[in-house]
């Protein structure tokens, strides 16, 4: 069994279809496992066209698998049920997880149309399994009984989990509930798909058409280039068209310098999905989330959001609610400084009018300015890439966990640009592999990511084989691989999750490293951010290229600086939208379908937060996140993970911070832990403590950090 992660966008798919005479001339390079070094994917022999077969013979073995397991004479047992489902799959695994890797990070037409064939066959696994009920009578069976297996602690939670999963999957309800349950799943995702296609619409129409050229002052010949040609192409010569990004603020207010175009365009953004025509979207999301609450209701759920939180860290709403209630009047109060800051900016430009959302970037870049100017060409000549990976990323891991690493320039690589290195545990020992893929191409996915080409198991005899990826900019040939300190934080960001995959020390695969809940599993990632700043790492690998000089202080302080810049105002657009998601989330099955903007309003006028001026990043009408995207009720968790990253950095702090005792307590109690036990305990078990809100508030909103 698998469960395939992109970790920075996620996307997760899982396998097994009834397909099958998907007849084989050669062997197909997925038929059996790598011969390379711990499994390493066969790039060197895979053919674009090996994909497609390898999956319809993958999934056959796996159906097949997975039949002879429900259907066995013998009485269910942990080993011939529980441990039998996760050593099946292991070719859809092979080829699952090398084609994700390839296909995010360097598509092509043939990936692109295998992926379109396979996808909707994938999507059919989780229900081919998860309704089965010979097979789930077997997981209830052992788990009505599993006091008395003998199980191991990990074993106990792994038959927990698949018991779980069938019981959230629908497997426990009555056949007219199951009834009912696909009638809800197929209308919610009639509606999901609805309300994306009426969103894509709607904000492709929102566009702001502009007739006059002088309303665009202030934005640069480029991009005044870009919209004549947009309103060109929409059949109007002579006029200007800026289309609307998927959130509230529009990047081009910043440079705007016509108020009237910036509220123009503001407004645009604000109602492009409330217009009373076909793209309108409330009447589908009112209907949508009472769907929700009644298919939660099926399962005894008081809402959506307990339906979606039950194997989460967070747990329940009241807790999410509570902890974003938490967040709340820091960043009040730092909105209103920043407002005030801005406001006077205002009056300094020589202007009488109140501040509006319009105006808050063109006015706060003013202000960026002023205060916390940040120039690139000054600081890039510290930050070259190679040198930021070994000197900084590497170091504070060896520093932390006494692990070492290694150039492999023998193993296959998809493209030319990658790297490729093996790490070694403390004792020398082989830990895992690890790939980098840095830098932008047309045929990458944006942002960055981590994932597993190879996932570690001790039942499956597997250690990790890893991959960071990431978009940074591709010097010119012969020139230095020179980057922005962004760049640096997610080389950090990105490696953490790594850490947490090559530390992965479990049994069975559903458990191991980076399998863990979405409001935990940015926890080591965030962590691992901290250490960019370190005094004794950055003075490590923030080095001159040419010259080798440290950098100067007062350019460190201002990058400290610069990284304080509008937090109010950015945490606060998240903070709105995680509360706008939860209160639609918590709305009861008896509940009637709610009036979208007025639910809205007093969803926002109870967040404490200035939302007129610091409106949500996302409005309901508009935050696909939640209503097509999986997020739903989720929108918190980048958050939460940022209490535990901040809280355990503190720790650090408290226990004389870059040292090899601390970072063996960290990698023993979380890093290694996969999701053998239950987040809460875990957290516990390292600190000592349930986790604190108070170092993010100082190092995210007020500003206070110790150092
Ligand atoms: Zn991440």
């Known amino acids: 069994m698998t469960r395939f992660f992109r970790i920075g966008a996620l996307v997760a798919t899982t396998a097994l279809a009834g397909l099958s005479g998907a007849a084989m001339a050669a062997p197909n390079p997925f038929a059996s496992p790598s011969t390379l070094a711990l499994q390493a994917p066969r790039f060197d022999v895979i053919h674009d066209s090996d994909y497609k077969p390898a999956f319809l013979q993958a999934m056959a073995i796996q159906k097949?698998?997975?039949?002879?397991?429900?259907?066995?004479?013998?009485?269910?047992?942990?080993?011939?049920?529980?441990?039998?489902?996760?050593?099946?799959?292991?070719?859809?695994?092979?080829?699952?997880?090398?084609?994700?890797?390839?296909?995010?990070?360097?598509?092509?037409?043939?990936?692109?149309?295998?992926?379109?064939?396979?996808?909707?066959?994938?999507?059919?696994?989780?229900?081919?399994?998860?309704?089965d009920a010979k097979l789930f009578k077997r997981v209830e069976t052992l788990y009505n009984d599993r006091a008395h297996l003998d199980l191991t602690p990990e074993q106990a939670q792994v038959l927990t989990l698949y018991y779980q999963q069938f019981v959230h999957a629908g497997?426990?309800?009555?056949?007219?509930?199951?009834?009912?349950?696909?009638?809800?799943n197929t209308q919610i995702s009639t509606l999901e798909t609805a309300f994306q296609q009426k969103l894509l619409a709607a904000t492709r129409?929102?566009?702001?058409?502009?007739?006059?050229?002088?309303?665009?002052?202030?934005?640069?010949?480029?991009?005044?280039?870009?919209?004549a040609k947009n309103a060109a192409d929409r059949k109007l010569p002579g006029k200007w068209v800026i289309p609307l990004q998927n959130t509230t603020q529009q990047p081009d207010l910043t440079d705007m310098t016509d108020r009237a175009t910036r509220e123009a365009l503001f407004k645009q953004s604000w109602t492009r999905a409330e217009k009373g025509d076909a793209n309108d979207t409330r009447a589908t999301i009112a209907t949508l989330a009472h769907?929700?609450?009644?298919k939660a209701a099926l399962f005894g759920y008081p809402d959506?959001?307990?339906y979606v939180l039950y194997d989460q860290m967070a747990d329940t709403p009241a807790a999410v609610q509570h902890f974003i209630a938490e967040l709340a009047p820091a960043t009040r109060t730092q909105q209103d400084r920043e407002a005030a800051r801005i406001q006077e900016t205002i009056r300094k430009d020589g202007q009488t009018f109140t501040l509006?959302?319009?105006?808050?970037?063109?006015?706060?870049?003013?202000?960026?300015?002023?205060?916390?100017?940040?120039?690139?060409?000054?600081?890039?000549?510290?930050?070259?890439?190679?040198?930021?990976?070994?000197?900084?990323?590497?170091?504070a891991a060896t520093q932390l966990y006494g692990i070492t690493f290694k150039q492999r320039t023998d193993i296959p690589v998809y493209n030319p640009d990658m790297m490729v290195f093996e790490v070694f545990d403390k004792d020398g020992s082989t830990l895992g592999l690890m790939y980098f893929d840095y830098f932008k191409r047309d045929n990458k996915n944006g942002g960055a990511w981590m994932s597993n080409f190879v996932g570690q198991s001790r039942l499956l005899g597997t250690k990790p084989v890893i991959y960071n990826v990431a978009n940074f900019a591709k010097p010119a040939a012969g020139q230095p691989d020179l980057i922005s300190f962004e760049d640096v934080v997610t080389m950090f960001h990105e490696f953490g999750h790594a850490l947490h995959g090559l530390f992965a020390n479990q049994t069975y695969p559903m458990v191991s490293g980076t399998q863990v809940a979405r409001?935990?599993?940015?926890?080591?990632?965030?962590?691992?951010?901290?250490?960019?700043?370190?005094?004794?790492?950055?003075?490590?690998?923030?080095?001159?290229?040419?010259?080798?000089?440290?950098?100067?202080?007062?350019?460190?302080?201002?990058?400290?600086?610069?990284?304080?810049?509008?937090?109010?105002?950015?945490?606060?657009?998240?903070?709105?939208?995680?509360?706008?998601?939860?209160?639609?989330?918590?709305?009861?099955?008896?509940?009637?379908?709610?009036?979208?903007?007025?639910?809205e309003k007093a969803a926002l006028d109870k967040t404490g937060l200035n939302t007129a001026l610091v409106p949500t990043r996302y409005r309901t009408s508009y935050f696909l996140h939640i209503w097509s995207n999986g997020y739903s009720a989720g929108y918190y968790a980048y958050l939460w993970t940022q209490m535990l990253a901040d809280d355990s950095f503190a720790w650090f702090r408290e226990h004389g911070g870059l040292t090899r005792e601390n970072g063996q307590?960290?990698?023993?109690?979380?890093?290694?832990?996969?999701?053998?036990?239950?987040?809460?305990?875990?957290?516990?078990?390292?600190?000592?403590?349930?986790?604190?809100?108070?170092p993010m508030l100082n190092h995210r909103i007020l500003g206070t950090d110790p150092n």
């Open 356 to 395: 509006q959302p319009w105006d808050w970037m063109h006015y706060a870049e003013q202000v960026r300015k002023q205060d916390y100017a940040l120039d690139e060409n000054q600081v890039k000549p510290y930050f070259e890439l190679n040198t930021v990976l070994r000197d900084g990323v590497f170091f």
């Open 171 to 184: 497997a426990k309800l009555s056949p007219a509930d199951q009834i009912r349950l696909r009638a809800l």
């Open 205 to 227: 129409d929102g566009a702001l058409v502009v007739d006059n050229k002088a309303a665009l002052a202030g934005l640069d010949d480029g991009s005044i280039t870009a919209f």
């Open 304 to 306: 959506f959001a307990s």
């Open 291 to 294: 769907a929700r609450a009644q």
């Open 665 to 694: 307590h960290f990698r023993d109690l979380i890093l290694s832990q996969g999701h053998t036990q239950d987040y809460g305990p875990m957290f516990r078990a390292f600190y000592g403590k349930d986790p604190d809100i108070t």
């Open 519 to 599: 409001d935990f599993v940015e926890f080591p990632s965030q962590f691992n951010e901290h250490w960019a700043l370190d005094p004794t790492v950055f003075a490590h690998y923030a080095r001159h290229y040419k010259t080798g000089a440290a950098m100067p202080q007062a350019l460190v302080d201002k990058i400290k600086k610069a990284a304080t810049f509008n937090r109010g105002y950015n945490m606060g657009e998240l903070i709105a939208a995680a509360q706008l998601d939860m209160a639609w989330h918590a709305l009861p099955a008896s509940a009637p379908q709610q009036d979208v903007d007025a639910f």
């Open 64 to 131: 097949g698998e997975m039949r002879r397991i429900a259907s066995n004479h013998a009485a269910p047992s942990f080993d011939n049920t529980i441990a039998a489902m996760e050593r099946s799959g292991r070719m859809l695994d092979r080829v699952s997880l090398t084609f994700y890797g390839v296909y995010q990070a360097n598509t092509n037409p043939t990936l692109d149309k295998t992926q379109s064939d396979i996808a909707p066959l994938l999507s059919q696994h989780q229900d081919s399994i998860y309704l």
